[in-house]
Nanobody
Framework: QVQLVESGGGLVQPGGSLRLSCVASGRIFSSTLMGWFRQAPGKEREFVAGIRWGVGNTYYADSVKGRFTISREGAKNTVNLQMNSLGPEDTAVYYC????????????????WGQGTQVTVSS
């Protein structure tokens, strides 16, 4: 069993930055894909970024490439999402998730989820 707890959300002005963190408790296998998803009001949950726990391969949605960076801190069982050049379109609840079977952009493939953290980009 894995539990995920996100932190770091908040209100930021357009063009600003935020850093989200996800602390995982329980066993994380090297093949696990740790992902970030987001869901805006009235929209489906969408994949944002992912990192393979063991080798560190990273994956990004086209909409965030060049602006967001995902990283992991193995000793702390933590996955971070550095978000730069934020715009109103990035406003959403952001969720951390774990997929025991590796890379996927489909939310249904993920086994564990955090409670979510709100990110609001507004002037």
């Amino acid at each position: 069993q894995v539990q995920l707890v996100e932190s770091g959300g908040g209100l930021v002005q357009p063009g600003g930055s935020l850093r989200l963190s996800c602390v995982a408790s329980g066993r994380i296998f090297s093949s696990t894909l740790m992902g970030w998803f987001r869901q805006a009001p009235g929209k489906e949950r969408e994949f944002v970024a992912g990192i393979r726990w063991g080798v560190g391969n990273t994956y990004y949605a086209d909409s965030v490439k060049g602006r967001f960076t995902i990283s992991r801190e193995g000793a702390k069982n933590t996955v971070n999402l550095q978000m730069n050049s934020l715009g109103p379109e990035d406003t959403a609840v952001y969720y951390c998730a774990a997929n025991r079977n590796g890379y996927s952009t489909m939310s249904a493939s993920y086994d564990y989820w955090g409670q979510g953290t709100q990110v609001t980009v507004s002037s």
